[in-house]
């Protein structure tokens, strides 16, 4: 018999505490961590300041200052994604700023960021720059830059600029292939290592090390490659404190492992070899799982089942030593002595930067994206789920994996024949994955009485190379296969209502929404965040980064049309027959807003239920509160009206 305080209603009817606005007016992004002199800085995001990046710092006693001044905005659009956009090096910060692309020094003395980089010839024709290292006996910043300012395709290079102004655009200092990432310089500075890949591979698929001499005019000679390759990805190189040797991610065994790479010999060695990746799909740049903290100890991150670990690893005798920490999910590691500083989180822990003693193994939390958990008014700890781990058979005789997160709320209970309707959500990438780190957006739902199943379908990372590799053309294939299986199996085990179940995801995630609405009739109705609905003209229109990623998704276009047509939803809107919602930014250039509208107009055409928010001034992925807000609130009103029938329970 249930307690006097506990209301019976339906799933998807609950009232929550955990709302929109609480969930942008408390929360920011946190990414890309630096050390400098023994103080900790981090990047944020900040959807209450119209998603404006600002490079925080922490001082010893964990005090924060904000050190970019608005209205600059630490941002860059280097592969449209970014990351990597700003460094620091003795008190002084360097970033792109990404109105108008530039570089800019900013001294910390109050005064106003100074340009590095002239003034570009327009707001679209711009130089962009990223993952940079400061080369401090030649008083230059060292980075990626990619050139918009030419016609045609962008141009990527690795540059040179001198931080006393006068450099232009940059010094080139390598070329010719189409992407680059990670240059690094050697202790001595003698030495530049970077990662290399060209058209057709993106960067989980090949890449190259390179390893050139830098000369006294600062050009670099004797240019030579020394790992990786068309088949081989190699992940964020390092050197190592004495510079003997270059520290490096590859999965050349199937797993992304690290391995160390003797300069004088070339011979690779692995130094904890084992079923666990190590490295990650370098969407953005300047990513990290592994720092030095010392000439032969490596404090590192690696991922297993879907779940991140910590450990520290004695080089020297390749002994792998796990640390304990509440955290299932790490990133941006860094580390000095007996400290290192990452940013970390777990299904119960917002993302948070925290600060780890090697020494004693404690460990203190800096900052967290989220105080919704600390307010005593709120009591919203008490209305989160827990998420499982769950396996499930698919198709191929296979197995694909997901998180699953039943509903919770502790003021509330359903009758006792009834199961929940379930929110499939689809992940982006698609070589990406499903992430374990709290999110408010999930436990919006689960706290209204809806189930979600985050779904790590074939492609996935975190499970090997072998796993990641079903997805080679088979896009729209097996993706929405395991989607559908994930659904199908938790109705089975009566966890879920499988005539109640939704599916949503962005991006590429928006895609294989669309398709599964579209070719399997399972789902009652979904929603597209800037998903793709034509892949051939995504094929023709879309950036630089990606635009030969569907050949190994799905084929070669011009030999394969008639299969990027028989897969594309917009070709095949007559059987789509499900209310569904789109959201879409203007300025997209990864995903244009003809996909959107020009599905929305078919489904319209055809009677269908639809909904369609265009955002002015976003790109791809929200970061305006606002437009975050509406997005949640119009996707539950819109499946409380045309799906579950439940009424609306904001």
Not at 199 to 213: D, K, V
Request: hydrophobic share 35%.
């Amino acid at each position: 018999m249930s307690s006097p305080s506990i209301q019976m209603a339906p799933y998807g009817s609950w009232k929550s505490p955990i709302t929109s606005d609480l969930i942008v007016a408390q929360s920011v992004t946190l990414s890309e961590l630096c050390l400098d002199g023994g103080q900790v800085y981090w990047l944020e995001g900040r959807p209450q300041e119209q998603g404006r990046y600002v490079v925080v710092r922490a001082d010893p006693g964990s005090q924060t200052t904000d050190i970019t001044p608005p209205p600059y905005n630490a941002r860059t659009r280097v592969h449209e994604y970014g990351g990597g956009s700003w460094t620091v090096r003795d008190g002084r910060v360097y970033f792109s700023n990404f109105a108008d692309g530039r570089l800019y020094r900013q001294v910390l003395d109050g005064s106003e960021p100074r340009p590095l980089t002239p003034e570009p010839p327009g707001r679209v024709r711009q130089w962009r720059y990223a993952d940079s290292v400061i080369d401090q006996n030649r008083n230059r910043w060292i980075g990626v830059r990619e050139d918009h300012t030419v016609d045609g395709e962008p141009v990527n290079t690795i540059v040179a600029v001198d931080l006393g102004g006068g450099s232009g655009a940059g010094h080139v200092l390598a070329s010719g292939h189409d992407f680059y990432a990670s240059p690094r310089l050697s202790p001595d500075g003698r030495w530049l290592t970077w990662l290399a890949w060209d058209h057709p591979n993106m960067p989980w698929n090949g890449t190259q090390l390179y390893l050139g001499e830098v000369v006294r005019n600062g050009g670099i000679n004797q240019v030579e490659p020394i790992a990786g390759g068309a088949t081989e990805s190699i992940f964020q190189p390092e050197w190592s404190p004495d510079g003997g040797q270059i520290v490096l991610v590859s999965d050349r065994t199937g797993w992304w492992n690290l391995y160390s790479l003797d300069l004088a010999t070339r011979a690779m060695r692995a130094l904890a070899p084992m079923a666990a990746e190590f490295g990650l799909p370098q969407w953005l740049l300047g990513m990290s799982t592994y720092a030095f903290a010392g000439p032969d100890r490596i404090v590192c991150t690696y991922s297993q089942g879907g779940l991140g670990c910590l450990a520290v690893l004695d080089v020297s005798n390749e002994s792998l030593t796990p640390v304990v920490t509440p955290f299932t999910e790490f990133g941006s590691m860094h580390a000095m002595g007996d400290r290192a500083v990452f940013r970390a989180g777990a299904p119960d822990h917002p993302a948070s930067i925290v600060a780890l003693d090697l020494g004693s193994g404690r460990h203190s939390v800096l900052k967290r994206a989220t105080d919704i958990l600390d307010r005593p008014d709120l009591h919203v700890g008490d209305y989160l789920t827990r998420v499982e781990t769950v396996e499930f058979p698919t198709t191929g005789v296979e197995t694909a994996f997901g998180l699953f997160y039943p509903p919770r709320n502790p003021d509330y209970a359903p009758g006792a024949e009834e199961r929940p309707p379930l929110l499939v959500k689809c992940h982006g990438g698609p070589t990406s994955a499903a992430s374990s780190t709290l999110n408010l957006g999930v436990q919006y739902w689960t706290s209204r009485g809806i189930a979600v199943l985050d779904v790590n379908y074939r492609g996935s990372t975190g499970f090997g190379r072998a796993y990641r590799d079903r997805l080679q053309l088979n896009w729209g294939v097996v993706d929405v296969d395991d989607c559908v299986a994930g659904a199908r199996f938790l109705a089975a085990q009566g966890r879920v209502d499988g005539q109640r179940c939704v599916i949503s995801g962005g991006s590429a995630g928006g895609y294989t929404t669309l398709a599964a609405l579209t070719f399997r009739d399972f789902f009652q109705g979904g929603a597209s965040y800037y998903g793709v609905s034509d892949i051939a003209a995504l094929a023709r229109d879309t950036h630089k980064f990606e635009s030969r990623y569907l050949d190994w998704l799905i084929g070669s276009y011009s030999q394969e049309e008639a299969r990027y047509r028989e897969r594309s939803p917009l070709y095949h809107a007559d059987r789509l027959a499900k209310p569904v919602i789109f959201f879409q930014g203007d300025e997209d250039a990864v995903v244009p807003p003809n996909q959107s509208e020009t599905m929305v107009g078919a489904l319209r055409r055809n009677g269908n239920p639809v909904g369609y928010f265009l955002f002015s001034g976003e790109q791809h992925g929200f970061r305006k509160a606002g437009n975050i807000q509406r997005c949640l609130d119009a996707e539950l009103a819109f499946y409380a009206i045309e799906v579950f029938r439940t009424g609306l329970t904001f």
